[in-house]
Structure formats: C-alpha cells, structure tokens
C-alpha cells in the first residue's frame, strides 16, 4: 500500500505524482491532503483529471482495492486497517483533520514493511511522527525535495525524523515508484 500526505502545495505535487503512474499500477493509494473542512468532491474530480488510475474519496467500511487512489474525506481522519477504510471525527491532529499521522500510523500497523509513505509540501509536521512508525516497522520513506516543496517545513521535517535517502520532486516520486511497483513497465516508457 501506498500513503501520501501533503499540505500547502500538496495537490498540485500529487498531480504531477499521478500523471506519471499508469492505469495498471497495482497498489491502492491512500491520501491525506490537508483541506477545507466543507464537504466536496472537487478534489477528487481534479486528481483524475491527471490520473489514469480512478480517484475517489474514501467512504467508511470500503474495502481497499489496488490500482486506485482513496482520498480522505473533508473534516474526517482516513484509517486502514487489512481490508478497508475506516473514518473518524477524533480530534485534529497537528491542527488537521484529516491528519497525515493518523494515516499513516494506521498503515504501519496493518501493514508493517508492506508500506511506502510519501510526504510532500506542507507547512507543519504532520507525517513526521506517522513516517518515522512506518520506517520502524520495515516500511519505506519518500519525501519531496524540500527545495522543490511550496513549503519545505513538512518534507524536512520528515527527513530529518527518517534520514531518508529517497528525496525527489514530485516528477521523480512518479518514476520512482514505477521502478519499485513495476520494474518492467519502467524500462518501457
């Protein structure tokens, strides 16, 4: 399973990521975009417009399926656990609902090293505490290049919790995960 999260500049640099990922990647993508509190699903009608992969919101009790991207609702944490999606009203987390570490915290502990999380632009630490429980449990890290982040604070402070080595902006985080999911459909783009 693959997890993003993001904040300020997040939705533009998740669209670049998706743009480069084609309609038979296998993996389920589940994101935490910090957004308005008001329900729409604006957001999700935009990412397809650059995904060949479909794009949802996540609803409650769904099963999580690949070779597709959840987003999480408005105003509601998105959780997974083996099989599917739960969301929750708990309290905002780092000032944010949907909270980045909450998905990502969720995704460590369902599946272990099964795991790769992405953190991009942001303007807080949120990610930071779920990246560094991905990581201890065998999962891997990407971060955006902070030089190329519209706020660099959440990336590096992923990066400094992490020591990744995986830094790239977003048209790299595309290719990258290409190479890793499904080597052989890289060689041939």
């Known amino acids: 399973m693959i997890v ?24 389920p993508i589940a994101c935490a975009l910090h957004r308005r509190r008001e329900p729409d699903d604006l957001l999700s009608h935009i990412l397809q417009q650059d995904s060949a992969i479909p794009v949802s919101e996540a609803l409650d009790k769904e099963p999580i399926c690949g070779s597709h991207v959840y987003i999480a609702p408005p105003d ?33 502990d369902a599946f272990g090293p099964a795991v790769i999380a ?7 630490h949120d990610g930071q505490r779920g990246a560094a429980r991905i990581q201890s449990r065998g999962g891997l890290i990407i971060v955006q290049d902070p030089e190329t982040s519209e706020s660099p604070v959440m990336p590096q402070a992923t990066l400094d919790a992490t020591g990744t080595r995986h830094v790239y902006s977003p048209e790299k985080i595309g290719a990258f995960l290409l190479k890793l999911v499904v080597p052989d459909t890289s060689k041939n783009r």
């Open 4 to 27: 993003i999260g993001g904040s300020l500049g997040g939705m533009k640099a998740l669209r670049v990521i998706l743009k480069e990922l084609p309609a038979t990647f296998p993996l």
């Open 76 to 108: 509601y944490h998105l959780q997974v656990d083996p099989l599917n999606f739960s969301l929750s009203i708990d309290d905002p987390v780092q000032y944010a609902r949907p909270s980045i570490d909450v998905l990502f915290e969720s995704a460590a």
């Open 118 to 124: 992405i953190v991009l632009t942001g303007a807080n």
